[in-house]
């Protein structure tokens, strides 16, 4: 069954973005602007940053452009200029994640031109970058998208993003594994973990693993094994997914990267579930400047202390 998407409006949306990138740089209201432009494979994109409004025809959206370029304004910032407005292109599960480290006053709304993708969605795997996104081929995370139309850009191209009814993969697997017992779904992760090559791709591409030097990288005293055993693997996802609870903008790029194919994601969600049910809390658009797990309330479940 392949379902098309219609994508149709990415064309109108490429013109669009580069319009206003070249309007902004072009009038001094940014120093640079990170989005997308097209990779040497046919039909593939990457991330790009351009500072000169003679660029601006390079941008692009399409099924291709994968990656979150949050983790642009966190470490992988180097080409970023120190001074300035930044504009950055952004779909909408992209956006939650700015909104976050906003939150985390890791960036300054003010030192931001926020672009907006209406989002139909986006290819699961770029192996092959100019397939048809399909149900069959779109990304598992876009199944299950709230954010087709980004919120408080200072741009959005005036554009409605097809949003068909696609079945939850989340949501069916995280239901499976909730009908499992504690100890079939301890040993389900268990053997997930004991894949893990401690590459950590997950944490180079989260825009929430921030910190110049990880607690995990740490030998005296060691907080984490750092070499991919069975006891280190689980540690070290275990520690992580904790860090992230309440964090995650489920854009699912540590699952997407991850070249064991561990569905972290699939981890994410379920930590996400958790706090929703427990304390009406999830990653959104409104900046918040503590997570529910950073913070004590008086009306907090204390059922669980003995």
């Given amino acids: 069954m392949t379902n098309t998407i219609d994508t149709s409006i990415y064309a109108a949306i490429t013109e669009a973005i580069q319009g206003e990138a070249r309007r ?13 432009a097209a990779a040497r494979r046919k039909g593939s994109a990457q991330p790009v940053v351009i500072t000169d409004a003679v660029r601006a025809e390079e941008l692009i959206f399409s099924a291709a452009c994968v990656n979150n370029l949050a983790v642009y304004l966190t470490k992988a910032k ?20 700015l909104v976050g480290l906003m939150g985390e006053s890791q960036l300054k709304r003010e030192e931001l031109y926020l672009i907006g993708v209406p989002c139909a969605g986006v ?40 949003t068909p009814e696609l079945a939850g993969k989340y949501r069916a697997e995280i239901a499976r594994l909730e009908a499992m017992t504690p100890a079939e779904r301890w040993a389900y992760w268990k053997e997930q973990f004991k894949k893990c090559i401690k590459c950590y791709a997950c944490r180079q591409v989260c825009p929430f693993c921030f910190c110049e ?4 990288d740490r030998n005296k005293p060691q907080m984490v094994e750092t070499t991919p055993r069975p006891a280190g693997n689980t540690a070290w ?23 064991m194919d561990i569905p972290l994601n699939l ?34 479940d204390q059922s669980f202390i003995k």
């Fill in 237 to 259: 996802h275990i520690v992580r997914a904790m860090h992230l609870a309440g964090r995650c903008a489920g854009c699912a790029e540590c699952e997407r990267v991850c070249p």
């Fill in 24 to 36: 902004i740089l072009s009038e001094g209201h940014v120093s640079a602007v990170v989005g997308y």
């Fill in 78 to 97: 180097k080409e970023i200029p120190k001074t300035g407005k930044i504009g950055i292109v952004v779909k909408g599960c992209d956006l939650k994640a």
């Fill in 213 to 216: 030097q990880c607690l995990c």
């Fill in 123 to 162: 290819l699961a795997s770029t192996a092959q970058p100019a397939q048809e996104l399909t149900g069959d081929t779109i990304a598992p995370k876009c199944r299950e998208c709230d954010a087709h139309l980004p919120q408080e850009c200072d741009f959005v191209p005036d554009r409605q993003p097809a």
């Fill in 267 to 300: 981890l994410n969600r379920k930590m996400a579930k958790e706090l929703k049910e427990l304390y009406d809390y999830e990653a959104g658009f409104q900046v918040r400047e503590k997570g529910p797990l950073a913070m004590y309330d008086e009306k907090d």
